[in-house]
């Protein structure tokens, strides 16, 4: 019913926060730019791998948002969720948010991990790989 609030929120969350560590990364690269040069091999920014996990996000909640609505269990009139409209399933639905919904968002967040994991074993050993530059 209400399961896809917690991905949701974490998206939220984590576009917040993606947004913000864009920021300061772009204005330390400036401060970087200014006063050296950087070699050929760059790291994925962190705020870039961030953007993966709410693509992940979004994209999930996205698809629940319209299971939902197919099955009725989301409506567009107050209070939006069926569950929500009588005690006894809001009980049922607060049990489901916090099993169903905080799983789906462990999972997803588990998934990006192990990309970020493999993407930065990669970058590793890109780096030790790359020829040392040439000073003059």
Known sequence: ??????????????????????????????????????????????????????????????LLVFEHIWHGEIVPWFPFLTAASNAADTAEMLNEMATVGVGMSLLVTAVWLAMVGMTSAMEKKALKEQPPEETA
């Open 1 to 62: 019913m209400a399961c896809v609030l917690v991905p949701m929120t974490e998206a939220i969350i984590t576009t917040i926060t993606a947004r913000v560590i864009k920021s300061k990364e772009e204005k330390s690269v400036q401060d970087l730019n200014s006063t050296e040069d950087t070699g050929s091999m760059e790291k994925i920014p962190f705020s870039r791998k961030l953007k993966w996990l709410n693509n992940m996000l979004w994209g999930g909640s996205g």
